[in-house]
């Protein structure tokens, strides 16, 4: 199981508009983009460079509730993903 520290949340910013990377409990966010797909992208590239890529990016939707979940580079199973 990954570190929490490793882990990485996109969530949308309520102040600004777009959306944020942010670590658990961060009051600052790593990053800000203006789309979801550019925060997702930066999230992986940060759990993939962090941790050796065993933390997760976990999506959260406009509505609060979180959609979605990725896993690091080495965190992942071999499995086909079936969602």
């Known amino acids: ?26 009051e600052r966010a790593s990053a ?11 999230a992986r590239e940060i759990v993939d460079n962090s ?4 933390g997760d990016v976990r999506i959260q939707g406009r509505n609060g509730k979180f959609r979605d979940s990725d896993s690091g580079r080495n965190n992942e199973s071999p499995a086909k993903d079936t969602r």
Do not use: C, L, S
């Open 1 to 26: 199981m990954a570190n929490n520290d490793e882990d990485r949340y996109v969530v949308p910013n309520q102040e600004r508009g777009g959306w944020d990377v942010k670590k658990e409990n961060a």
């Open 32 to 42: 800000h983009f203006d789309t979801q797909k550019e925060a997702i992208a930066r």
């Open 51 to 54: 941790g050796g890529g065993q």
